[in-house]
């Protein structure tokens, strides 16, 4: 929780958003992998249930969207 007259850094990362920078570079990347895990944790969810929706399709992430595209 931030308090009047707090000041925080934060770095945006495409495909992450905002990141809370910590106070050595270090700190700042380890937080960012952490986003990165957390992300790719999603993705892998998400495709698992979307291969399950629809299964025979092939599914395929075009940058932040999903495509599924019917196998013919």
């Known amino acids: 929780m931030m308090e009047v007259g707090e000041q925080r850094n934060f770095v945006y990362i495409p495909l992450l ?15 960012i992998r952490k986003a990165e895990v ?8 998400l ?9 025979g399709c092939e599914i395929v992430k075009i940058g932040n969207h999903w495509t599924i595209k019917p196998k013919k």
Not at 17 to 31: F, Q, V, W, Y
């Open 17 to 31: 958003g905002m990141i809370e920078s910590g106070d050595t570079k270090s700190e700042t990347l380890a937080r």
């Open 47 to 55: 495709r698992r249930r979307l291969q399950k929706e629809y299964p």
């Open 38 to 45: 957390k992300r790719e944790i999603a993705d892998k969810k």
